[in-house]
Nanobody, 119 residues
Framework: QVQLVESGGGLVQAGGSLRLSCAASGRTFRMRGMGWFRQVPGKERESVAAISRSGDSTDYADSVKGRFTISRDNAKNTVYLQMNSLKSEDTAVYYC????????????WGQGTQVTVSS
């Protein structure tokens, strides 16, 4: 089992920055691909960014490319999402997720953290 706890959300003005953190429990963090997702009420959850187990490969949604950066610190069991040049459309609940050890699916999810961007 993996427990994920997000932090760092809040209210920010458009053009500002926030850094989200996701702390994972257990000893298998470095063996799992990680991702950040977001969801707005009434809409489906969407993938924002993903990072490989070692951190040498990342992927981003087109809507956040050039503005968001995903990174991880395997020594601290933590994955980050640096969000710059925030827009009102980035307002959502942000979730981190961990992939399973034997399959390429996200099996574990955090509780989410609210990000609100005021225009």
């Amino acid at each position: 089992q993996v427990q994920l706890v997000e932090s760092g959300g809040g209210l920010v003005q458009a053009g500002g920055s926030l850094r989200l953190s996701c702390a994972a429990s257990g000893r298998t963090f470095r063996m799992r691909g990680m991702g950040w997702f977001r969801q707005v009420p009434g809409k489906e959850r969407e993938s924002v960014a993903a990072i490989s187990r070692s951190g040498d490969s990342t992927d981003y949604a087109d809507s956040v490319k050039g503005r968001f950066t995903i990174s991880r610190d395997n020594a601290k069991n933590t994955v980050y999402l640096q969000m710059n040049s925030l827009k009102s459309e980035d307002t959502a609940v942000y979730y981190c997720a961990a992939k399973g050890l034997t399959r390429n699916l996200y099996d574990y999810w955090g509780q989410g953290t609210q990000v609100t961007v005021s225009s």
